[in-house]
């Protein structure tokens, strides 16, 4: 059965790490990390549970340091390109979730969506919901895809 474009594979049935289990998961991976490197991968990934395994294990691997994770994340290139890229397709295929998302973007507060559209987009894994107001779900998101909020 092949995967909804709209539904992220990687967050099913998976709770968030927390940054006592990001730090367990980098020390079992060989990295000595301090409940701060911890915290500020959380944060940055919004304690996504794919999205934190892909950093330790390329930092890990000596591909990269936390400190270009957090900073150096562009969209075609890195270790979350493939992820950005995926969701920019979507969204370039879906003008009502672009227009949507650039509205989140846009905005300081969170924003009320389309009970549809909200579904969409938190099911992509792009915002957090409360109710039908919605925010853009991390600082990777934030950062990688902010440049449509100026188009």
Known sequence: M????NKSPFNLGLRPFNRDQVQDWAKRQGQDWS??????LTGFVNRNTYLVRVAVYHIGRGDVTLEQVLHNSPIWVG???DRL?????NLQ???????????VLKSSTPVELDVVEAFKLE??????LQGNLAMVSC???????GDF???
């Open 149 to 151: 909020s100026s188009s």
């Open 2 to 5: 092949p995967v909804s474009a």
């Open 93 to 103: 295929h879906q003008p009502e979730l672009l227009a949507a998302f650039v509205g």
């Open 123 to 128: 099911s992509m894994g792009l915002v957090n």
């Open 35 to 40: 409940g701060e490197d911890a915290q500020q």
């Open 79 to 81: 270790i979350y390109g």
């Open 85 to 89: 890229q995926r969701q920019l397709w």
């Open 139 to 145: 600082d990777l998101f934030r950062q990688n895809l």
